[in-house]
């Protein structure tokens, strides 16, 4: 594991990040790896490359941090990330991987509401996403409203969205 994030790290060839990623995703399924990754600053690394200009790049560091978002510690870290995720989703092409990997991350984020206030703004995407997404998109963007509406907090924030 030590070795694919230093790899990561080192290289700028999207292949190999996109293969290093899906390795790294597919450990992050045992919970004894999502410890290990993050405390090899393993988080930090996969989240630096949701800023990489290459969607499948991105894509594979979204489903990478949905697998680590199943552990709360990780959760803490990977907070700092949704507002950019957020972002993807809403630049991301209509009904895309990337678009669905980033509402899945999201989706995983909401389950508790510690993180809801990040998404806030993000609410009319999701909506539009909802009325134009395909039945994927659909399914996907309704888990997050779900999430997000069992906190007495957001029922402003939903009911006052503009779409």
Do not use: W
Not at 12 to 41: G, Y
Not at 66 to 77: A, G, R, V, W
Not at 137 to 156: D, E, G, Y
Request: aromatic share 2%; glycine share 4%.
């Amino acid at each position: 594991l030590q070795k694919l994030i230093h790899l990561l790290q080192a290289t700028d060839d999207p292949l190999i990040q996109e293969q290093a990623l899906i390795t790294l995703s597919n450990s992050a399924a045992f919970s004894v790896n999502q410890d290990i990754i993050r405390n090899l600053d393993g988080l930090s690394v996969i989240g630096g490359m949701l800023s990489d200009c290459i969607p499948k790049v991105k894509e594979k560091a979204l489903n990478a941090l949905n697998n680590l978002s199943m552990n709360i510690k990780n959760q803490e870290k990977i907070q700092v990330y949704i507002q950019q995720v957020c972002r993807n989703v809403e630049s991301a092409p209509l009904n895309s991987d990337l678009q669905l990997a980033g509402l899945r991350l999201l989706t995983n984020m909401s389950v508790t509401n510690d993180y809801h206030q990040k998404m806030i703004n993000s609410i009319p995407c999701f909506l539009h996403l909802l009325s134009e997404g395909t039945e994927r998109t659909q399914i996907q963007v309704l888990k997050v409203l779900v999430n997000l509406s069992s906190n007495p907090a957001m029922t402003r924030h939903l009911l006052r969205a503009q779409v």
